[in-house]
């Protein structure tokens, strides 16, 4: 027997469990349905984990860092893995069970805990039961891509949701990717105190950035003690060293630098594919790009009327806060009259190191690729007093502007406080405010945000490149 409901929503992600909320809200009768953990990949193997993690590494850093502030320890910093891990697991644990109790406390909501599978365009099978709705929206995230690369199939590999796992420091980890979650665990496990290299494809780290933005990273992460080698070719793996030592060979064929890295442990951090493989995609006639992402339209509409895809699977953001405004557009056009659509949101993002960047709307290659004239200004971070006084200097701020307009195009800040202090310019270009309307603003004193107006002062004509 069928059952029926007015919507049904296939996973518990960033998206999902508000979107359940606003239609039983407005009336509807929904089912959601998640197979695993509650809270999607930020919840459970992403961000609350991961960033719980890295608060531990810096207070370990700052630690050793004591008596440059005049702090003197009677004894070395030790770390207990053990409580670190904990530590994460219960802040994840608890998030997980806020969601989860949310939805069954949920009016109108009934929760399915099973893999989804479509067997039409408005049916859902889950175990023994059978769904039907005409609205369905689909919100099952993504995970990491395992490569197929010479020799892994031989060895032990973590990827971002084993590491967590993790009890021990690994002795030496080598890990394959220098972008986003790479790094941040690179630099995490390098102040746990590992042994660390980064062996990324590329001619540079963090490659969708600015080369003065990848370059400053490699520089923040080789001052503490972080072996880097781009340009790896043919990366392969084998157990163990012709020596006989225990361990795994990683084979890069660098440019410069010896041509194999022997470590304890592999991380993967490649890359993120979207779980959509056994949804049954194909007998509900939903349409998927090569790389299996679901193909949506401004409105996060696929091509079969009554089906929506949200957050990671949809190829359209990778962040747990485009996941959450693929929400905001879908209940809003659907309940609320509006035509939101993905293309109105300004990008903006994080790279969670230490000191992290912040980053608002186009790189500088972009905003050169345009072909028009433009402004640029940058200011070290050993000019901000915020960063002088907590003996945190690293990194620099940088704004680019369009001098017909007045209108910021993007925005970088990597130093401390940057993942914070760049929302004064995401905000700004969100509101569409002119750059030299902030020229009068009166920020608050000693912060990094004070340095905006500053920042926009300065803007320059670029150089032609």
């Not at 007015?6 to 929904?30: E, F, H, N, Y």
């Not at 746990?192 to 933005?213: H, K, S």
Request: hydrophobic content about 40%.
């Amino acid at each position: 027997m069928t059952r029926t409901f007015d919507a049904i929503v296939i996973g518990a992600g960033q998206a999902g469990p508000p979107l359940a909320g606003r239609l039983t809200a407005s009336g509807m009768k929904v089912a959601i349905i998640e197979r695993d953990k509650f809270g999607g990949t930020c919840v459970n193997t992403g961000c609350m984990p991961t960033k719980t993690l890295v608060a531990s590494a810096y207070a370990a850093h700052l630690a050793r860092r004591g008596a440059d502030y005049g702090i003197v320890l009677d004894q070395p910093v030790r770390l207990d893995m053990r409580k670190v891990r904990s530590r994460a697991a219960t802040v994840t644990a608890n998030a997980s069970r806020s969601v989860e109790n949310w939805l069954r406390n949920m009016k109108g909501c009934t929760v399915f805990q099973g893999s989804a599978r479509f067997e039409g365009p408005k049916e859902v099978r889950v175990g023994p039961e059978l769904l039907s709705a005409p609205r369905i929206f689909i919100n099952v995230g993504g995970r990491a891509v395992v490569p197929d690369l010479p020799g892994l199939d031989e060895i032990s590999y973590l990827t971002n949701s084993s590491m967590l796992e993790l009890e021990r420091v690994p002795e030496h980890l080598v890990v394959i990717g220098g972008s986003y979650i790479g790094l941040e665990f690179a630099q995490m496990y390098r102040r746990f105190g590992a042994e660390v290299t980064v062996v990324e494809m590329g001619p540079r780290l963090v490659g969708r950035e600015d080369p003065d933005i990848s370059d400053a990273v490699r520089d923040i992460l080789e001052k503490e003690g972080i072996h880097v080698r781009t340009s790896a070719e043919c990366i392969r793996f084998a157990k163990g060293n012709p020596k006989g030592q225990p361990g795994i060979r990683v084979g890069v064929d660098c440019t410069q630098g010896d041509p194999e890295i022997l470590g304890s442990d592999v991380l993967l951090a490649v890359g993120r594919r979207p779980n959509t493989g056994d949804l049954g995609l194909d007998r509900a006639g939903v349409a998927l790009d090569h790389r299996g992402y679901i193909m949506v339209n401004e409105g996060l509409q696929t091509n079969v009327a009554g089906i929506w895809a949200l957050g990671d699977c949809n190829g359209r953001g990778a962040f747990t806060h485009t996941a959450y405004n693929d929400y905001e557009i879908v209940a809003a056009n659907l309940l609320d009259g509006e035509n939101r659509r993905v293309s109105d949101r300004v990008s903006g993002y994080a790279l969670f190191i230490d000191p992290p960047l912040g980053r608002a709307g186009m790189t500088e290659a972009q905003v050169r690729a345009r072909g028009k004239p433009y402004l640029s200004s940058t200011r070290p971070m050993t000019r901000v007093g915020r960063a002088v006084e907590k003996d945190e200097t690293l990194g620099f701020m940088k704004v680019l502007a369009d001098p017909a307009t007045k209108e910021i195009l993007g925005a970088a800040i990597l130093g401390t406080g940057g993942d914070e202090a760049i929302h004064g310019i995401l905000d700004a270009m969100n509101a569409k405010t002119p750059y030299d309307r902030l020229r009068w603003a009166v920020p608050i004193h000693p912060t990094v945000s004070e340095l905006i107006p500053t920042l926009l002062l300065g803007l320059q004509p670029a150089p032609a490149s």
